[in-house]
């Protein structure tokens, strides 16, 4: 597990998900918490042993796979049903802020790659966190959870809000991104709509990859 610190974040990278850490001087902020092997608590207190809250980006697998170490986390609650029964749930929704060091994010509803997904946004840093909705890909979109129609709507949202957002931190592949990889996402997710990538098929997953001009997806 790789950690380094960018602007304040401590950004825990395993080379397939990243996390990112918060401290402030009584608490710390952990958002996500990568995949179950990882045991990103382990990580997490080589660096601080202040009390840690944990925030989801999104319900996936690789996502909340360090919750069997935690009791409790916050996320929205359309993927509720993807955390353990084990593990109190707390809600987070559109327009709610979250105090992180510095930071102070708005949470904005971009559902699409899962029906929970959400974004951080701090406009005074112009800095998002984009959960797996913005980044180089793949980006998964396939299986029943998934919706291309609410996916493109979302980037949409966040399109509107660009001027407040000088730098993306993804979950995957490479950071940082500028706000122009909204609009690529949009360009390429559209092209996906429309038909007009090519697919290949996947060696293990069931789905295709289909790789537009800026960014891949499976699907
Ligand atoms: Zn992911």
């Keep these: 597990m790789q950690v380094s610190l960018y602007n304040d974040i401590f950004i825990l990278d395993d ?9 402030s001087r009584t608490t710390a902020l952990l958002i996500d918490t990568g995949f179950p092997g990882t045991h990103i608590i382990d990580v997490v207190r080589r660096i ?6 944990v925030l989801l980006t999104h319900g996936d697998g690789d996502h909340r796979g360090g919750l069997c170490d935690f009791e409790e986390c916050y996320v929205h609650e359309r993927d509720k049903n993807l955390i353990p029964s084990d593990v ?3 809600n987070i929704r559109q327009g709610e802020y979250i105090r992180a060091g510095k930071y102070c994010f708005e ?7 899962t029906p929970g997904s959400i ?3 701090d406009r005074r840093h112009k800095l998002l ?31 509107k809000e660009k001027d407040d957002i000088d730098v993306i931190l993804p979950s995957h592949h490479e950071y940082p ?5 909204i609009e690529y996402c949009i360009e390429d997710a559209i092209a996906l709509k ?9 060696p293990r997953l069931p789905c295709k990859e289909y790789k537009g001009k800026y960014i891949s997806f499976y699907a």
């Design 15 to 23: 080379g397939e998900v990243r996390e990112f850490l918060f401290l």
């Design 107 to 113: 949470v904005i509803e971009i559902p699409g790659h």
């Design 88 to 90: 109190q749930t707390y």
């Design 194 to 202: 429309n038909g007009e990538l090519q697919g290949t098929l996947h």
């Design 129 to 159: 966190i984009s959960g797996d909705t913005i980044q180089k890909g793949p980006i998964y979109m396939f299986g029943d959870r998934r919706d291309l129609n609410m996916y493109i709507r979302s980037l949409k949202k966040l399109w």
């Design 48 to 53: 601080t042993s202040l009390p840690i809250t």
């Design 177 to 181: 991104l500028s706000h122009e990889y």
């Design 119 to 121: 974004a951080l946004l």
